[in-house]
C-alpha cells in the first residue's frame, strides 16, 4: 500500500490506472501462490506444452507439481553465458544507463522536502531521467 494514498487527489493517469487494474482482477483474480501465476503465464502464452529452459530449480518443481506436458530443459549454464559474456557495445550500454540512473536519483534527492508525495517523487525522478539519459546521448 502507498503511504500517501488518498491524501493527494488521483491523477487522471492513476485513476485509469486502478480502474484498469481492478477490471483486469475481475477476469483473472491474483494467484495465492507465485506458482500458480508461473503456470497460469506460461499456459497464456503457449509455452507450457512447449520446451521450457530454467535456471532455478523451484521453476522444475513447479512445473512437475502442476503436470506440466513440455519439456523440462536445464537452461542455468547458457544463461549464466548470456549474464556473464559482455561485449564492449553491452558494457558501454550498462554503464551509461547506471550513469543515467545515478544521476536521476541524484538530481531527485537534492530536491526532496518533507511531506512530498510518492507520485511528486516519482514524476521528479521521471523528469530527471529523461533529463540525464538525454544529456548521455548528445
Not at 19 to 42: D, F, K, N, Y
Amino acid at each position: 500500500m502507498i503511504a500517501d494514498r488518498g491524501v493527494e487527489p488521483q491523477s487522471a493517469v492513476e485513476y485509469r490506472r486502478d480502474a484498469l487494474t481492478a477490471s483486469a482482477l475481475a477476469v483473472e483474480p491474483i494467484q495465492e501462490h507465485a506458482g500458480g501465476a508461473l503456470v497460469r503465464a506460461l499456459k497464456a502464452m503457449g509455452l507450457w506444452s512447449g520446451k521450457i529452459a530454467f535456471d532455478h530449480a523451484v521453476i522444475r518443481e513447479v512445473a512437475e507439481r502442476h503436470g506440466c506436458p513440455g519439456m523440462l530443459i536445464p537452461g542455468d549454464n547458457v544463461l549464466r553465458w548470456i549474464r556473464i559474456k559482455k561485449s564492449p557495445l553491452e558494457l558501454d550500454l550498462m554503464r551509461r544507463g547506471a550513469g543515467a540512473n545515478a544521476a536521476a536519483v541524484n538530481a531527485v534527492v537534492s530536491h526532496l522536502r518533507a511531506g512530498a508525495s510518492y507520485s511528486e517523487t516519482r514524476r521528479a525522478y521521471a523528469i530527471e531521467s529523461a533529463r540525464a539519459a538525454t544529456a548521455r546521448c548528445l
